[in-house]
Structure formats: structure tokens, C-alpha cells
């Protein structure tokens, strides 16, 4: 009888990063990007809720999407540029310490409105205010955590340790809107995941405070990527990894560079069209389904999850096995999403509105890593970042445009947004089909 070995727990970052001291701090840092894409998108979750128990409009909800991405697009390449100068300890902690400042004002802002002791337009501009302060100094640790990754891994380490952080952004997606109703707590009612995340938030800064080491002035430079914000229905694109793996930017890169244009287009185009329907998925929810906001968040959560998930499925696990070049991942990622997004106008149910929420979700999963590498492989070795740069910028403003976007039209009809979507990809997989190569 052969001996019995001992068991070994399987440390899932080991593959990632050898050094075990190291392979420490990247669990902080991974910790870190975690917290930041599950509070805001567990916030994102509660809102439309809080939206209509305050007696807001939907279109006044989703300007409060659009001002906090818009900060951030702003902030991002300036905290991006500052990476390889700036301390990334200093720069990690301002970004998770910001994080937390602003979920807790937040929280605060909405308790204050859903109790009564402020107007409902008096609630919501001091939850924009603190929003701002999350979309300026959140911005500051994705890159600086790129950085410090960079800076510390070896060049066969560092691409795998890079996409593992990336995850993390994806993984938050899921784990906010998840997490969510389960925090929606006695006297602060929908307002709770505001207070339990910031919580997480502040043993995050303390652990950024004293479980990073300090910045060694003979580490080698390396300079981390603009992220776009972390939103519901957005997947982290890999252009943070791309940039990050190498060296300093030089030079310009325009946005209709011939070269790229084509699948920038195809990117701003679908981007928006994701948008639109992530943002809008909760008020659908409540309103198919008859639902109180109070008794909503919970198939709200279920719902949102289930796209997020097949979002995360696609890029951890089917992509990597089908092999797909990008211009076949955009024409059947926007096939996919545009029958997902005709199946969510259609659905009468819970269940029908997670199955098809996760099919779109499954096309979109797709379509960004398609435009991201195809826009990669168009130019060369030397313009990597830049070309990085222009992707997350695209990745950025569609979240800008397109939650206001969506509301607007799904105030007109609550088909509307889904059935311009749908249209809209299907007319992105014909221009993909047709005008780019591979």
C-alpha cells in the first residue's frame, strides 16, 4: 500500500509569483483591487433602489454614473503618469484610503435622504460629492498596483502576475451586486453596503499602510495603466497588462491612426451598447417584475451576478481554449450579445431576465478582449502602451455616455435600449466581418 502524503493546500498564486514574500504583497494588492471593483459595484447594485425610494428620476440616477466615470477617465492617465515617479505604496494607499472616504460618505448621503433629514435632491448632490472624490483618488491604485507588480516580478513572472491582478477587477463585479442584499441592514436599510464595504475599505488601507513594503529607490522604473472605472456589466479589458509589461511611453498615438481606428470603432460602438444595458438592468428588474425597491435588491443581485459571471467565464475559461483571433471574437461576441439583448427586452420572469442578461453578458465577454488584442496586434512591439492607452480611454467614456444613454431611452420605452443595442451590434458584426482583417 503506497504511504499516504501529507496534503498541501494549492496556493492559486504560486504560478504567478515564486517568491513567497512577494507572492504576500500581491495578495494585498489583490485584496486591494478586489475591495474597489465589489464596493462600487455593489453601490452601483442599491442605487436605482435608493433612486426610486427617494422619489428620484432614472435619468437623474444615471448622471451619477456618468459624473464618477468621468472623473475617473479624467484622474487616470494623470495618476497612470505619476506611477514610475510617485511611490506606489503612497500611491496604492491614496487610492484605497479615497476609495473608503468616499463609500462612507456615500452611505451617509443616503441614509440621510432614505430617514428624512435631507431632500431627496439634497441626498443625491452630496452622494455626487463624495463619488467625485472616489473617481479622483480611487483612480490612483490600479496603476500604482500594476507598478509595484511590475517592479517586482521577474519577465517570466510578470505577464501571468499582471492578468491575475486584472482578475481581480472582474472578480469584484460579481462579488458586489452578489454580496449586496445581503448587506441591506435594520435603520440604514438599502444605505448598508455603503457601511460594510467602507469597513472593508479601511482594514484594506491599513493593511496597504502596513503590509507593503516601502518603495526602494533601486528598483527599476515600470509604469502602470490608466483602468477604466470598475462598472456593472464592464470586464477588465487586459490593456492595463499589455501597457504595464513595458517599458516607458514615448511619442503619440491618434485615435483615427488608420491602423486602429477600425477596431476602435467596433469597441466605442459595442462599448456603449453594454452600457447602456448593464445600467439598466436593475430599474428593468423592478419594473417587469412589479417589484419595491425594498424587495428588489435581492433578484437584482441574482440577476446582475448571472452576467457578470458568464462575463468572467468567457475570459478565464473559453477564450483561452476556442483560440479565437479578435476579428471572429467581435463578429460572434456581437452576434451573442445582440440575441441576449432582444431576449432581455422579451423577458417576462427572473429567470428569463438572468439567462438572457448572461447571454449578452457572454457576447460582451467576447467583444472587449477582441477589440483590445486586435488593436494590440496592429501596431508594434514600440507602441504597445500607447496603443494601451487608447483602449482604456474607449473603455472609459462608454461609461461616461452610455449609462445617460440608456435611461434616456428606457424612459421613452422600456424596450428601447435593449432593441438599439441589439441593432446597433448586429450592425458592428457586419462592419467586423467585412472591414477588418483576419
Known amino acids: 500500500m503506497p504511504p499516504v502524503l501529507p496534503h498541501r493546500p494549492v496556493d492559486a498564486f504560486g504560478p504567478a509569483i515564486a517568491d513567497p514574500a512577494r507572492r504576500g504583497e500581491f495578495r494585498l494588492l489583490f485584496a486591494v483591487m478586489l475591495a474597489i471593483a465589489a464596493g462600487n459595484t455593489a453601490l452601483q447594485s442599491v442605487l436605482p433602489a435608493i433612486g426610486r425610494s427617494l422619489g428620484l428620476a432614472d435619468a437623474v440616477i444615471a448622471i451619477t454614473f456618468s459624473f464618477s466615470a468621468l472623473v475617473w477617465s479624467i484622474a487616470a492617465p494623470w495618476w497612470a503618469r505619476r506611477s514610475d515617479r510617485t511611490g506606489s505604496k503612497r500611491m496604492v494607499a491614496i487610492g484605497i484610503a479615497g476609495f473608503t472616504v468616499s463609500l462612507l460618505g456615500c452611505a451617509m448621503a443616503l441614509t440621510a435622504g432614505l430617514q428624512g433629514w435631507l431632500s431627496g435632491i439634497g441626498a443625491l448632490v452630496a452622494f455626487v460629492l463624495a463619488r467625485l472624490v472616489y473617481g479622483f483618488f480611487g483612480a490612483a491604485a490600479p496603476p500604482a498596483a500594476q507598478a509595484m507588480v511590475a517592479r517586482r516580478t521577474s519577465r517570466a513572472e510578470r505577464t501571468n502576475a499582471l492578468t491575475l491582478l486584472a482578475s481581480a477587477f472582474g472578480l469584484g463585479t460579481i462579488l458586489g451586486p452578489a454580496l449586496a442584499p445581503f448587506f441591506v441592514l435594520p435603520v440604514v436599510g438599502l444605505a448598508g453596503p455603503g457601511y460594510v464595504f467602507a469597513i472593508g475599505g479601511i482594514l484594506m488601507t491599513a493593511g496597504v499602510l502596513y503590509g507593503l513594503p516601502r518603495d526602494r529607490p533601486e528598483d527599476r522604473p515600470m509604469r502602470g495603466a490608466a483602468n477604466a472605472e470598475p462598472s456593472i456589466g464592464g470586464e477588465p479589458s487586459g490593456a492595463s497588462v499589455i501597457a504595464a509589461s513595458r517599458a516607458p511611453r514615448a511619442g503619440r498615438l491618434r485615435l483615427r491612426d488608420p491602423r486602429i481606428w477600425p ?122 502602451g500607447l496603443v494601451a492607452g487608447r483602449v482604456t480611454s474607449v473603455n472609459g467614456i462608454v461609461f461616461v455616455l452610455g449609462p445617460s444613454l440608456g435611461v434616456g431611452l428606457y424612459g421613452v420605452d422600456a424596450h428601447l435600449p435593449y432593441l438599439a443595442a441589439a441593432g446597433a451590434l448586429a450592425m458592428v458584426a457586419v462592419y467586423c466581418w467585412r472591414r477588418l482583417p483576419g
Open 263 to 384: 477596431w476602435m470603432l467596433a469597441g466605442l460602438v459595442a462599448g456603449h451598447a453594454q452600457a447602456m444595458v448593464g445600467q439598466t438592468m436593475a430599474f428593468l428588474t423592478m419594473d417587469r417584475l412589479h417589484l419595491t425597491p425594498d424587495l428588489a435588491q435581492p433578484i437584482i443581485g441574482i440577476v446582475l451576478m448571472s452576467g457578470a459571471g458568464a462575463a468572467l467565464l468567457v475570459q478565464w475559461g473559453l477564450i483561452p481554449r476556442l483560440g479565437w483571433p479578435p476579428r471572429l471574437m467581435l463578429v460572434w461576441g456581437s452576434l451573442a450579445a445582440a440575441a441576449g439583448c432582444v431576449a432581455i427586452a422579451l423577458a417576462a420572469s427572473m429567470h428569463a431576465l438572468a439567462v438572457s442578461f448572461a447571454i449578452a453578458s457572454l457576447g460582451f465577454g467576447f467583444v472587449r478582449p477582441g477589440f483590445t488584442a486586435g488593436a494590440s496586434l496592429a501596431v508594434g512591439s514600440e507602441e504597445q
